[in-house]
Nanobody, 119 residues
Framework: QVQLVESGGGLVQAGGSLRLSCTAS????????VSWYRQAPGKKREWVAT??????????DSVKGRFTISRDSRDNAKSTVYLQMNSPKPEDTAVYYC??????????WGQGTQVTVSS
C-alpha cells in the first residue's frame, strides 16, 4: 500500500507563487504515476497535472505554462511530488488532491490541501 500526504496549501495573492508537496510512503516502487487534481466549491474534481515513473509530464490546458509538476525520489523510503504554482489566479482556488496509480493495487488519494488565491 501507499500513503499520500499533501502539504503546502494556504492563501496566496494572484500573481504570486505557491508550492504543494505530495509525499508518498509505503510500497512506492509500485507507483506508475502521480497526478494532482483539484475541486472547487460546487464543482467536479478536475485533473491538473501528471508525472509518470519515467518523468513524463502532462498538464491541463488551464494551468499549462503556469504550473510545474516534479518529483524527488532520492529517498528510498519515500517519494515527493511537487506542484509549483506560479502566477496563480483566483479561479485556481480549490482543494488540491494527490493521486497515485499503482501496479497491482487500487489507486490512492491523499486527504487534500486547500489553496486560496486572493485577487
Amino acid at each position: 500500500q501507499v500513503q499520500l500526504v499533501e502539504s503546502g496549501g494556504g492563501l496566496v495573492q494572484a500573481g504570486g507563487s505557491l508550492r504543494l508537496s505530495c509525499t508518498a510512503s509505503g510500497s512506492i516502487s509500485g507507483i506508475e504515476y502521480v497526478s494532482w487534481y483539484r475541486q472547487a466549491p460546487g464543482k467536479k474534481r478536475e485533473w491538473v497535472a501528471t508525472i509518470t515513473s519515467s518523468a513524463s509530464r502532462a498538464y491541463a490546458d488551464s494551468v499549462k505554462g503556469r504550473f510545474t509538476i516534479s518529483r524527488d525520489s532520492r529517498d528510498n523510503a519515500k517519494s515527493t511530488v511537487y506542484l509549483q504554482m506560479n502566477s496563480p489566479k483566483p479561479e485556481d482556488t480549490a482543494v488540491y488532491y494527490c493521486y497515485a496509480m499503482l501496479t497491482g493495487a487500487p489507486p490512492t488519494w491523499g486527504q487534500g490541501t486547500q489553496v486560496t488565491v486572493s485577487s
